[in-house]
Protein backbone atom coordinates (compact mmCIF):
# COMPACT_ATOMS: atom_id res chain seq x y z
CA UNK A 1 0.00 0.00 0.00
CA UNK A 2 1.14 3.47 -1.18
CA UNK A 3 0.38 6.36 0.86
CA UNK A 4 0.44 10.10 -0.77
CA UNK A 5 -0.11 13.07 0.59
CA UNK A 6 -0.07 16.74 -1.38
CA UNK A 7 -1.27 19.82 -2.89
CA UNK A 8 -2.99 20.06 -5.80
CA UNK A 9 -5.05 23.32 -7.49
CA UNK A 10 -8.89 23.26 -8.10
CA UNK A 11 -10.11 23.15 -11.46
CA UNK A 12 -12.04 25.56 -13.35
CA UNK A 13 -15.86 25.24 -12.91
CA UNK A 14 -15.61 23.48 -9.41
CA UNK A 15 -18.92 25.00 -8.51
CA UNK A 16 -22.60 25.26 -7.68
CA UNK A 17 -25.11 27.95 -8.00
CA UNK A 18 -24.36 29.64 -4.73
CA UNK A 19 -21.01 28.41 -3.61
CA UNK A 20 -17.78 26.77 -5.30
CA UNK A 21 -13.96 26.31 -4.76
CA UNK A 22 -12.44 29.15 -6.72
CA UNK A 23 -9.76 27.87 -9.57
CA UNK A 24 -6.29 27.53 -7.96
CA UNK A 25 -7.73 26.98 -4.60
CA UNK A 26 -5.21 24.56 -2.55
CA UNK A 27 -6.68 21.18 -2.18
CA UNK A 28 -4.76 18.80 0.27
CA UNK A 29 -5.03 15.08 -1.14
CA UNK A 30 -4.65 12.58 1.61
CA UNK A 31 -4.58 8.92 -0.23
CA UNK A 32 -3.79 5.94 -0.02
CA UNK A 33 -3.19 3.56 -2.91
CA UNK A 34 -3.62 -0.14 -2.69
CA UNK A 35 -3.28 -3.11 -5.57
CA UNK A 36 -6.21 -5.07 -5.84
CA UNK A 37 -6.87 -7.66 -8.43
CA UNK A 38 -9.11 -5.39 -10.67
CA UNK A 39 -6.23 -2.18 -10.11
CA UNK A 40 -6.00 0.32 -7.70
CA UNK A 41 -8.19 1.27 -4.92
CA UNK A 42 -7.98 5.04 -4.09
CA UNK A 43 -9.15 6.10 -0.94
CA UNK A 44 -8.49 9.01 1.03
CA UNK A 45 -9.31 12.60 1.81
CA UNK A 46 -9.33 16.07 0.05
CA UNK A 47 -9.90 18.99 2.17
CA UNK A 48 -10.41 22.63 0.79
CA UNK A 49 -12.42 25.63 1.61
CA UNK A 50 -14.92 27.00 -0.69
CA UNK A 51 -16.69 30.42 -1.04
CA UNK A 52 -20.08 31.88 -2.12
CA UNK A 53 -22.92 33.58 -0.56
CA UNK A 54 -25.46 33.21 2.03
CA UNK A 55 -28.83 31.84 0.33
CA UNK A 56 -30.90 34.06 2.55
CA UNK A 57 -28.96 37.01 2.92
CA UNK A 58 -26.68 37.51 0.08
CA UNK A 59 -23.52 38.09 2.39
CA UNK A 60 -20.14 36.35 0.99
CA UNK A 61 -18.81 33.24 3.48
CA UNK A 62 -16.17 30.57 3.11
CA UNK A 63 -15.96 27.60 4.99
CA UNK A 64 -13.85 25.05 5.00
CA UNK A 65 -14.68 21.94 3.66
CA UNK A 66 -13.49 17.83 3.75
CA UNK A 67 -14.16 15.08 1.86
CA UNK A 68 -13.90 11.96 1.29
CA UNK A 69 -12.40 9.87 -1.61
CA UNK A 70 -12.80 6.28 -2.80
CA UNK A 71 -12.51 5.08 -6.03
CA UNK A 72 -11.24 1.66 -7.90
CA UNK A 73 -9.56 2.35 -11.06
CA UNK A 74 -9.81 -0.73 -12.73
CA UNK A 75 -7.01 -2.21 -14.81
CA UNK A 76 -8.54 -1.91 -18.86
CA UNK A 77 -10.41 -5.28 -19.97
CA UNK A 78 -13.45 -6.36 -21.52
CA UNK A 79 -15.60 -6.48 -17.93
CA UNK A 80 -15.12 -2.77 -17.65
CA UNK A 81 -18.58 -0.64 -17.77
CA UNK A 82 -18.15 2.66 -19.54
CA UNK A 83 -18.33 4.24 -16.14
CA UNK A 84 -15.50 3.05 -14.42
CA UNK A 85 -12.54 4.79 -14.00
CA UNK A 86 -9.70 3.15 -15.96
CA UNK A 87 -6.05 2.88 -15.33
CA UNK A 88 -4.73 4.58 -18.18
CA UNK A 89 -0.81 3.44 -18.12
CA UNK A 90 0.66 4.00 -15.26
CA UNK A 91 -1.86 7.35 -14.79
CA UNK A 92 -4.23 7.87 -12.45
CA UNK A 93 -6.85 10.85 -13.08
CA UNK A 94 -8.31 11.71 -9.89
CA UNK A 95 -10.20 14.98 -10.95
CA UNK A 96 -12.78 13.40 -11.51
CA UNK A 97 -13.35 11.74 -9.09
CA UNK A 98 -12.36 14.62 -6.83
CA UNK A 99 -14.96 16.87 -8.53
CA UNK A 100 -17.75 14.34 -8.16
CA UNK A 101 -16.49 14.30 -4.62
CA UNK A 102 -16.17 17.94 -3.86
CA UNK A 103 -19.47 18.69 -5.48
CA UNK A 104 -21.71 16.57 -3.54
CA UNK A 105 -20.26 17.53 -0.37
CA UNK A 106 -21.23 21.34 -0.88
CA UNK A 107 -23.51 22.83 0.49
CA UNK A 108 -26.83 23.33 -1.95
CA UNK A 109 -28.09 26.48 0.51
CA UNK A 110 -25.20 27.80 2.61
CA UNK A 111 -26.08 30.09 5.15
CA UNK A 112 -23.83 32.49 6.89
CA UNK A 113 -24.98 31.32 10.59
CA UNK A 114 -27.96 28.56 10.83
CA UNK A 115 -30.14 31.18 11.95
CA UNK A 116 -29.35 34.03 9.85
CA UNK A 117 -32.68 36.05 9.71
CA UNK A 118 -32.01 36.51 5.71
CA UNK A 119 -33.69 40.14 4.20
CA UNK A 120 -36.25 42.43 4.64
CA UNK A 121 -39.11 41.00 2.02
CA UNK A 122 -39.97 45.02 2.06
CA UNK A 123 -37.04 46.91 1.41
CA UNK A 124 -34.29 44.15 1.14
CA UNK A 125 -32.46 45.46 4.04
CA UNK A 126 -30.13 42.58 6.10
CA UNK A 127 -32.23 42.04 9.33
CA UNK A 128 -29.13 40.57 11.11
CA UNK A 129 -28.26 44.18 10.73
CA UNK A 130 -31.36 46.15 11.05
CA UNK A 131 -32.33 44.18 14.04
CA UNK A 132 -35.66 42.83 15.44
CA UNK A 133 -37.40 46.13 15.41
CA UNK A 134 -36.88 46.29 11.55
CA UNK A 135 -40.87 47.20 10.09
CA UNK A 136 -42.52 48.47 7.98
CA UNK A 137 -46.05 49.87 8.45
CA UNK A 138 -47.64 47.73 5.78
CA UNK A 139 -51.32 49.37 5.41
CA UNK A 140 -50.46 52.52 3.50
CA UNK A 141 -53.59 54.88 3.76
CA UNK A 142 -53.43 55.50 0.43
CA UNK A 143 -54.39 52.13 -0.46
CA UNK A 144 -56.92 51.83 2.46
CA UNK A 145 -59.67 52.90 -0.06
CA UNK A 146 -59.11 50.44 -2.39
CA UNK A 147 -59.20 47.69 0.11
CA UNK A 148 -62.46 48.78 1.49
CA UNK A 149 -63.92 48.83 -2.25
CA UNK A 150 -62.80 45.23 -3.14
CA UNK A 151 -64.34 44.26 0.02
CA UNK A 152 -67.25 45.73 -0.55
CA UNK A 153 -67.02 44.51 -4.18
CA UNK A 154 -66.63 41.04 -2.35
CA UNK A 155 -69.84 41.29 -0.67
CA UNK A 156 -71.87 42.56 -3.01
CA UNK A 157 -70.94 39.60 -5.08
CA UNK A 158 -71.61 37.08 -2.15
CA UNK A 159 -75.05 38.87 -2.37
CA UNK A 160 -75.98 38.26 -5.36
CA UNK A 161 -75.15 34.33 -5.27
CA UNK A 162 -77.35 33.83 -2.19
ZN1 LIG B 1 -27.02 35.06 5.94
ZN1 LIG C 1 -37.37 46.56 5.53
Known sequence: MERWRGTVVAPADLELPLVGVPEGTDIELDLR??????????????????TGECARCLEPISSPVEVGLQELFAHPGPDVGEDESLLEGDLLDLEPVLRDAVLLELPQSPVCSEDCPGLCATCGVRLAEAGPEHRHDSADPRWAGLAGLYERMTNENE????
Open 159 to 162: DRES
Open 33 to 50: FESVVEGVLVSGTARTTY
